[in-house]
């Protein structure tokens, strides 16, 4: 069996190790000369780090130097509303989560493979062939045969719009996100301060580096310029410390992106075609989940290999285990998005009541709920 993998971003080469350590033989595309570069930071809940667990038999310390132990949700104030429940988290599912670089993520995935050699290409389209064959067309002209495909492109995946048709869908802010070096007065592991259509987050990477993040309405923006500068004035309300890691950060360091996702629903396989990562359910970043499903959809591949030995048998129970996790994971960071952007004053205040007076156990609820898939226990695990 031979399988064609495009995109080596997360969902990628996680997938790959899943087709690995079934014995299946696979070949890396990617559209990007250096697919393994780029891109800023993200947060690996404990459901991920299960994920990765099961995948390989690496320790993820090797990357995790920094366990995230104190998180806060404030206003712009600085005023607490919840504390994250960590220490829970722990206690529950036995790891901490942590903060990451991408590469680094994606280079020590590609280590754990042996380096597989990753091909420079572009998928165009899909056409079914004889023998339950499948041909990808690329973008060099180029076009091979395979026995499945699976579509790890990103939420811009060609071969979900040549099947599908555009999926988008915008919201209403925009977010930009950078790592900062020497960072200092860091009071929390990871912390998130809400204001009036406006949100900025950070979380340690190591003790020398930080992830930080920020969001903001269109409405407040101009149309012809979304650079960080531009804006910078509208997070001047922040606490002094972070006022300094901002204007300490070079412009040319600060990613600056829309904000998409896919309406739920659509399938995430069709005979041996199957969509894992953002290709199948792109989700905003409000949750910092988007890496984390792209683990599960490997953990919950790789249990489908096992139990099914046909290809195109295995893609049709993959989908039918991630149907709802991945629709309720869209519509809940969705809401999110909106909830946490508003900018009337009294939806605002109440917003904030109902935070700062949420007890523990409603917020452990509602994380054991999102921290919890198809294969991960409801309990302690090793």
Known sequence: MRIAILGSGVAGL??????????????????????????AALILWPNALFALNQLTSEKISE??????????????????????????????FSRYPICVRR????????????RPKI??????????????????????GRKDCFDGIIAADGIHSNIRKSIYGHLQRPTRYHAWRAIIQNAYDIQW??????????????????????????????????????????????????PDSIQKWIDHTPNHEIFSHSIYDIAPGYPLSSGP????????????????????????DAHVLLHALQQEKDWQKACARF?????????????????LGEFSQIENHLAIQLRNKAFSLAPNFASQKVWRKLLTYNLLPHHKID
């Open 119 to 140: 091909e420079q290409d572009t998928a165009i389209h899909t056409e079914m062939g004889r023998n339950q064959k499948i041909y990808v067309e690329f973008g060099s």
């Open 273 to 296: 075609l199957l969509f894992m990562g953002d290709a199948a359910h792109a989700i905003t970043p409000n949750l910092g989940f988007g890496g984390c499903l792209a683990l599960e």
């Open 319 to 335: 989908a039918v285990l991630r149907k709802r996790r991945v629709a309720h994971m869209a519509k809940f960071a969705r809401w």
């Open 14 to 39: 996680a997938a790959a190790a899943a087709l690995q350590q079934s014995g299946i033989d696979y070949v890396l595309f990617d559209r990007d000369a250096n697919p393994l570069d780029g891109g």
């Open 63 to 92: 990357i995790a130097q920094h366990p995230l132990k104190t998180g806060v949700l404030l206003e712009e104030t600085s005023t607490l509303l919840l504390q994250l429940p960590l220490h829970w988290m722990k206690e529950e």
């Open 189 to 238: 592991d990871m912390a998130e301060y809400w204001g009036s259509g406006r949100r900025f987050g950070y979380a340690r990477i190591d003790a020398d580096h930080l992830y930080w993040f920020a969001t903001l309405n269109y409405r407040w923006m101009q149309k012809d310029d979304q650079s960080f500068p531009s804006i910078r004035h509208q997070f001047s309300n922040l």
């Open 103 to 114: 590469s680094h993520l994606l280079h020590w995935l590609w280590d754990i493979l042996d």
